[in-house]
């Protein structure tokens, strides 16, 4: 019974791993998709922009 007890915390351990990507693959995508993917890019627009953007004492 020792293997038992041994094979169950791993077991288990892989069945909520397999759950939890079966869960990120099928949120991916959907009604939400574009929204969040316009969101991304606004952020990143944002971001190049101040990295672009020049310093104030430079003229």
């Known amino acids: 019974m ?3 007890s041994a094979l169950v915390p791993p077991v ?3 069945a ?3 759950g939890v990507v079966r869960v ?3 949120t991916q995508g959907g009604a939400a998709k ?3 993917d316009a ?3 606004a952020a990143l627009a944002r971001a190049e922009g101040v990295r672009n953007a020049p310093a104030a004492g430079d003229v």
Do not use: L, P, W
Request: glycine share 0%.
């Open 39 to 41: 969101a991304v890019d």
């Open 12 to 14: 288990v351990m892989a």
């Open 34 to 36: 574009a929204k969040e």
């Open 24 to 26: 990120i693959v099928k």
């Open 16 to 18: 909520f791993f397999v």
């Open 2 to 4: 020792d293997y038992v």
